[in-house]
C-alpha cells in the first residue's frame, strides 16, 4: 500500500507512514526538534563516557578509560580522607589512658561511637547488640561483675580474655563435684538449696539446710567465701545478689556443682587494636553498670 | 468514513466473484487521501518548531505584566541581601536555607529539619492557591506569575531591544547573514547569559551569607558547589527562557494538562467574545453589513491577537492547551477596537457561561462565589490557619526519648529493675539553657545520666548550648514500686532560668 510519494493526512497535514488499518493511519509525526537535539546530546555524551570511563568488557579486562577511575579506587579515596579526618582524635585517644579517655567527655564521646561498630562485631555474638547478656554470657549492663567492672578491669578482661588461651588471662573456674565424685547427688540438692537461701529465694520444707551449709562451708566457701558473696580474684561470683549467670533454678544450679562451670572470654588483644580496647572499656563502662575508680 | 465499510463490502464482492483481487488494491488505495484535500482550519495536532516573533503592545495587561515582573524579580534577585537581627550567634540574612547547620530561616521564623512538616503544609496551601486562582480568573499562573512566563517576557524584552520587534526581526531572520545581523545576534546571547548568570548567582546566595558569598565568587574563594549552581542555572535559564520559552509549556509543564481538567464555565478566562465578533470580516465590509441591517462582527480579522501571542494560538478558536492566559492579546484587540471605533474588550477575561448567556439574549453574569472556589478558600484558610497557630504556639524547648532495644531492662544485684534510654533535648532559643530531669509514673524512681559530668555541688542541671540539640543516656532505676510487666512513664525535663518543661512519654519495662 506505502507509494512513494508520502501519503499526507487531510486533517492534520501530517505526512503518514503509509500503514493503515480499518481506515486508520498511522501519522508520521515528527518529533519536537529540541527534543531530537538532546537526544543526539546524550549520544555525543555517551561516547565521551566510553573515552573516559571504565566501559568495555574485554575477555580478561575491560576498558579502563582515560580518567583511570575504578569503584575501588574511589572507596579507598573515601577511606583514607577518612582517616585523615579522624586522625587528630584517633592519635588522642591512642595516647590516652582508659581513665584519661572516660574524664573527657569530647574523647569519651568520640570513644563510644568508635566503638558501637566494634562491639556489634567482636563482642554482640555472645553478650548482646545491647551488652544484654544470655545465660552463661555476662549482662554488661548490670552492677554485678565476675571479675571487677572498673575501667581498667574491663579494659584488662577484654585485652587477655578469661581463661583464654593467653599469658595474661585470668583463670579460675567451678570444679565438677558431683562428675568428680567429690559430693554425693543429695549433699549437690542440699548445696543448691543452701545457695539459693543466701539470695532468700524460696527452698522446699524438705531442703536440708544444715547439710547445704556444710556441704557449701566445706567446698565451696573457699572461692565464694563464708557469706557466699563471691571473689574477684578467682571470678568467682556473688552468690547472694539478683543476678545470676546461669539460671536461680535449682536443678541448674545442682548441674552446675555437679559438672562445674568455666565460661570463656576470647583474648582480644592479638584482634584488636590498644585503641580500640580502650575505647570498648569505656563504652561498656557506659552501659549503666561500671564501677567507679575512686573509693576502692 | 465510509473506507473500512467499503473494503469490507469490496472484500465481500471480491469473495463473491464481483471483483479482482488488483481491483480491489487499486480501490483500496484510492481511499487513502493523497494530501491537498480540503484544508480544516484545525491546527496541526503536533508540528515541528514555528519560529514565535511577538510583537510588542501597550496597555492594561502589559503594565500588570511589567509591574508583576519587576516585583518578583525584584525579590528575587534582592531578597539575600535583606538583613535581619538574630544576635551574636545567629545568621543576620533575612532568607537564608542553612544546609551545613540544617535551619532555615526566614524573618522571624526559623524552621528545624524536625519541622519540614511546614513545608508541606506550604506546598498545600501553593497548590490551593493554584486551584482558587484557576477557578476565579484560569491560568494566573500561567500568565504573570510563573518564573518561565517572567523570565522568559524579559528575554524577549531583551529581544526587541536587540534586533527589533516582530517585522524587522522577522526580515533580518529571513535576511542574508551581515555583520550586523551577527553582531546584534552575538550581542542578545551575551545580554541573555548575563541574565541567566545573575539568575543562577541569584540563587546561590540564598544558602549562604550574601555579602560574604558575592565577595567570595568574585575572589574565586567560594566553594565549587557554588560555581556548579550558578552554572547549571546559568545554562537553564538561558534554554528555558532563551531557546525553549513555549515549548516549555506545550511540552514539558504538567499544569495546563491538569487545568484543563479543574477550570469550568464560571471561570474567568481571557475569552474570544465569540457572540459579538462573529461573523468576521473587514471594516468596511461589516460597516455596509451593519447598515444594512444584516449580522456582522466585530472582528476584522486583522490577527494582532495572534501576532501579540507569546505561544502563537489564535485565542479566537477558544481556550487551548497553548494559551498561557497573559491577557495580552486584549491589549492588542483594544488597540484595534479603538481605532476602528468599536467597543473595546472583544477579546476580554469573560465565562463561557456569559458567551452562552448573550447567545441567548440573558445578561452577563460573574460568579465568584460558588461551591468550587468556597472550598478551595476554606481550605487555604484551614491550613494556613493551623500552621499560623502551630507556628506561634510550637515550643522553643524540646524532649524526645527512645527507649533502649536490647536490653528491654535489667537486672541489679539487688533486684531492682532498670531501664536504659536515649534522650534528645532540643534547645531552640539563642541562650545556653540549663535542664533538669524528673520522671513521672514511676514514684521513688531515680534518675542516672552515666558518661555525663556533673556539678559537684548537686545541681544535676544538663548545659545546652544556643540553638543546638544534646544526646543523652538516661538510666531510670525503680526500687520496687513498678507494677506489671509495663508502666507508662513521662520523662519532663524543665528549664531551671525559666520554668519551662516539656514532656515526652515512653515506657518502663520489666520481667
Known amino acids: 500500500m506505502a507509494s512513494e510519494r508520502p501519503h499526507v493526512d487531510a486533517k492534520t497535514h501530517v505526512a503518514t507512514t503509509g500503514h493503515e488499518w480499518d481506515g486508520i493511519e498511522e501519522l508520521n509525526t515528527p518529533l519536537p526538534r529540541w527534543w531530537l537535539w538532546l537526544f543526539y546530546a546524550t549520544i555525543v555524551w555517551s561516547v565521551g563516557y566510553w573515552i573516559v570511563y571504565p566501559t568495555w568488557p574485554m575477555i580478561s579486562s575491560y576498558t579502563a578509560g582515560l580518567f583511570g577511575w575504578s569503584s575501588r579506587a574511589a572507596v ?53 547488640a545491647g551488652g544484654g547478656g544470655a545465660k552463661g554470657y555476662p549482662n554488661l549492663n548490670d552492677d554485678d561483675w565476675l571479675w571487677g567492672g572498673k575501667l581498667d578491669d574491663i579494659a584488662l578482661t577484654i585485652r587477655h580474655g578469661i581463661r583464654a588461651a593467653d599469658d595474661k588471662t585470668r583463670q579460675g573456674s567451678m570444679p565438677a563435684f558431683g562428675r568428680d565424685g567429690i559430693l554425693k547427688p543429695q549433699e549437690i540438692s542440699a548445696a543448691a538449696d543452701y545457695v539459693r537461701s543466701l539470695s532468700k529465694l524460696p527452698t522446699p520444707g524438705s531442703a536440708d539446710l544444715a547439710l547445704g551449709k556444710k556441704v557449701f562451708a566445706d567446698n565451696c566457701a573457699v572461692c565464694h567465701g563464708e557469706a557466699g558473696k563471691g571473689n574477684r580474684e578467682l571470678g568467682a561470683p556473688d552468690l547472694t545478689d539478683a543476678i545470676w549467670l546461669y539460671s536461680p533454678d535449682k536443678a541448674v544450679i545442682a548441674e552446675g556443682i555437679a559438672n562445674g562451670r568455666g565460661g570463656l572470654m576470647p583474648a582480644w588483644a592479638s584482634r584488636l587494636d590498644d585503641t580500640t580496647i580502650k575505647a570498648l572499656a569505656v563504652y561498656v563502662h557506659s552501659f549503666g553498670g561500671g564501677e567507679k575508680d575512686t573509693g576502692k | 468514513m465510509p473506507a473500512c465499510c467499503n473494503i469490507a463490502t469490496d472484500l465481500h464482492d471480491m469473495m463473491e466473484g464481483r471483483m479482482t483481487l488488483p481491483e480491489l488494491v487499486t480501490e483500496a488505495s484510492n481511499i487513502v487521501p493523497s494530501g491537498g484535500g480540503p484544508v480544516d482550519d484545525e491546527p496541526p495536532l503536533y508540528a515541528p518548531r514555528r519560529n514565535i516573533y511577538p510583537q510588542a503592545v501597550q496597555g492594561t495587561f502589559r503594565r500588570i505584566k511589567w509591574i508583576v515582573l519587576v516585583v518578583t524579580l525584584g525579590i528575587y534577585y534582592l531578597l539575600p541581601f535583606v538583613r535581619w537581627d538574630r544576635g551574636p550567634d545567629g545568621p543576620s540574612q533575612a532568607v537564608l536555607v542553612d544546609m551545613a547547620n540544617e535551619r532555615f530561616y526566614f524573618f522571624f521564623i526559623e524552621i528545624w529539619p524536625q519541622e519540614v512538616y511546614y513545608i508541606t503544609g506550604l506546598l498545600v496551601l501553593a497548590a490551593m492557591t493554584l486551584f482558587l486562582m484557576n477557578a476565579v480568573a484560569g491560568r494566573v499562573w500561567c500568565g504573570y506569575l510563573c518564573p518561565q512566563t517572567v523570565w522568559t517576557d524579559l528575554f524577549y524584552a531583551i529581544e526587541r531591544r536587540i534586533e527589533g520587534d516582530r517585522r524587522e526581526h522577522m526580515q533580518r531572520d529571513a535576511a542574508p547573514w551581515t555583520a550586523d545581523k551577527v553582531a546584534r545576534k552575538a550581542l542578545k546571547h551575551v545580554l541573555w547569559l548575563m541574565v541567566a548568570w545573575w539568575t543562577g548567582g541569584a540563587w546561590v546566595l540564598y544558602f549562604a551569607d550574601a555579602p560574604t558569598l558575592v565577595k567570595d565568587l568574585a575572589t574565586f574563594q567560594a566553594p565549587p558547589i557554588a560555581y556548579a549552581f550558578i552554572g547549571i542555572l546559568t545554562v537553564t535559564t538561558y534554554a528555558f527562557a532563551g531557546h525553549m520559552r513555549e515549548q516549555v509549556c506545550l511540552y514539558m509543564c504538567p499544569w495546563p494538562r491538569i487545568q484543563a481538567a479543574l477550570t469550568d464555565e464560571y471561570a474567568f478566562n481571557v475569552t474570544y467574545r465569540l457572540d459579538r465578533g462573529e461573523p468576521r470580516g473587514s471594516v468596511k465590509k461589516n460597516e455596509a453589513l451593519r447598515k444594512q441591517g444584516l449580522p456582522a462582527g466585530d472582528c476584522i480579522d486583522c490577527l494582532q491577537c495572534v501576532h501579540v501571542c507569546p505561544t502563537g494560538v489564535d485565542i479566537r478558536q477558544g481556550a487551548s492547551l497553548g494559551c498561557i492566559q497573559c491577557g495580552l492579546c486584549i491589549d492588542a484587540c483594544d488597540t484595534v477596537m479603538e481605532k476602528v471605533g468599536r467597543p473595546t474588550r472583544l477579546i476580554a477575561y469573560d465565562t463561557d457561561d456569559n458567551v452562552r448567556r448573550r447567545k441567548v439574549g440573558q445578561p452577563p453574569v460573574a460568579r465568584i462565589l460558588r461551591a468550587r472556589t468556597l472550598m478551595y478558600a476554606a481550605i487555604i484558610a484551614l491550613v494556613g490557619g493551623f500552621m499560623l497557630y502551630t507556628l506561634a504556639t510550637r515550643e522553643t524547648l524540646g524532649v524526645s526519648i527512645i527507649h533502649d532495644r536490647n536490653p528491654i531492662f535489667v537486672r541489679l544485684a539487688d533486684g531492682d529493675i532498670r531501664n536504659g534510654y536515649t534522650v534528645r533535648l532540643l534547645n531552640k532559643e539563642r541562650v545556653t539553657r540549663y535542664l533538669t530531669f524528673a520522671v513521672e509514673g514511676l514514684p521513688g524512681a531515680t534518675i542516672d545520666l552515666p558518661g555525663v559530668p556533673l556539678p559537684p555541688d548537686g545541681d544535676r542541671a544538663i548545659e545546652v548550648g544556643p540553638d543546638q540539640t544534646r544526646e543523652l543516656r538516661l538510666l531510670i532505676t525503680d526500687h520496687g514500686q513498678r507494677i506489671g510487666a509495663t508502666t507508662d512513664i513521662a520523662i519532663v525535663v524543665t528549664d531551671r532560668a525559666s520554668g519551662h518543661t516539656a514532656r515526652a512519654s515512653d515506657h518502663f519495662r520489666g520481667p
Open chain 1, 76 to 128: 579507598n579515596e573515601q577511606l583514607e580522607r577518612l582517616v585523615a579526618q579522624r586522625a587528630p582524635m584517633m592519635n588522642k585517644l591512642a595516647q590516652a589512658s582508659v581513665a584519661e579517655i572516660a574524664a573527657d567527655p569530647q574523647l569519651a564521646d568520640f570513644a563510644r561511637a568508635l566503638s558501637k561498630p566494634a562491639f556489634a562485631e567482636n563482642c554482640a555474638p555472645c553478650h548482646g
